[in-house]
């Protein structure tokens, strides 16, 4: 698959893209990123790609012109109808769901805005999907964009050392990850030892799965309850989950 970036600082993108394990899925060839700075679309001495906002207010708005034309040579080069995407607030928020299924897809050109946004022209004759990171503001799609390419590039065969890596990540079930411990058996602090709990030492794989399972039930009720109503409404939890969700009093 393929991801074209608009952006005004590709200098950002170069240092992630080779980084981590997720640079084997760059650097294979199984996501790629090619960056677009924006101001070598400007037509003027300096480069300008914004402008004050008609009706006033603070800010600059991106104008639309640099946008098209740098649009245009996606595409050109692209030579097919991948999805514009621009990353906005006002967007469909990042989730799971949508890097599974934009996982196995062509690809997509990225729009990075900045400022105090993008001349609502240009969304409404290109933009095919808008996406947020979260209910809060950045100063601009760069951040957001790369983090749909980091969630999109671990999915990807042979990324991570192990297969059924991303099958246990937070969200990838619906529930948050269960904990996770690894050496020493027994940490010595000032508070006194902290163990490992005992399951995990006892070689019975499926008590060590029940385990799992409940630890990811308890954490999610506790810190993410709409999590638990939608498993429950998608009949995604079992006889045994509700058997223990209802000993924590749920």
């Not at 042979?158 to 937070?170: E, K, P, R």
């Amino acid at each position: 698959m393929r991801f074209d970036v608009v952006t005004l600082f590709p200098d950002l993108f170069q240092p992630f893209l080779g980084l981590g394990v997720t640079r084997r899925a760059f650097e294979s060839g199984q996501v790629d990123v090619r960056l677009w700075q924006l101001r070598d679309f400007a037509d003027d001495n300096y480069r300008r790609v914004d402008d004050r906002p008609y009706g006033g207010g603070p800010g600059m708005v991106m104008l639309v012109e640099p946008l098209e034309r740098a649009l245009a040579a996606v595409r050109a080069e692209r030579q097919d109808d991948a999805p514009v995407v621009l990353f906005t607030p006002t967007g469909r928020r990042i989730d799971q769901a949508l890097l599974r299924e934009w996982a196995e897809g062509p690809g997509a050109t990225l729009v990075c805005g900045r400022y105090e946004g993008i001349d609502q022209r240009f969304i409404d004759r290109h933009v095919d999907v808008e996406l947020s990171l979260g209910d809060f503001v950045l100063s601009g799609g760069e951040i957001p964009a790369l983090a749909l390419l980091d969630g999109i590039a671990r999915l990807q065969p042979g990324v991570l050392n192990d297969a059924q890596s991303h099958v246990q990540d937070s969200f990838s079930d619906g529930l948050l990850d269960c904990p996770h411990y690894s050496r020493p058996e027994v940490l010595q602090t000032e508070a006194g030892p902290l163990a490992v709990p005992p399951v995990l030492l006892s070689g019975h794989h499926a008590e060590i799965a029940r385990w799992r399972r409940e630890q990811s039930l308890r954490l999610t009720a506790e810190r993410r309850p709409d999590l638990i109503a939608a498993a429950r409404a998608a009949g995604q939890l079992s006889a045994a989950d509700e058997k223990f969700l209802a000993s924590l009093g749920l």
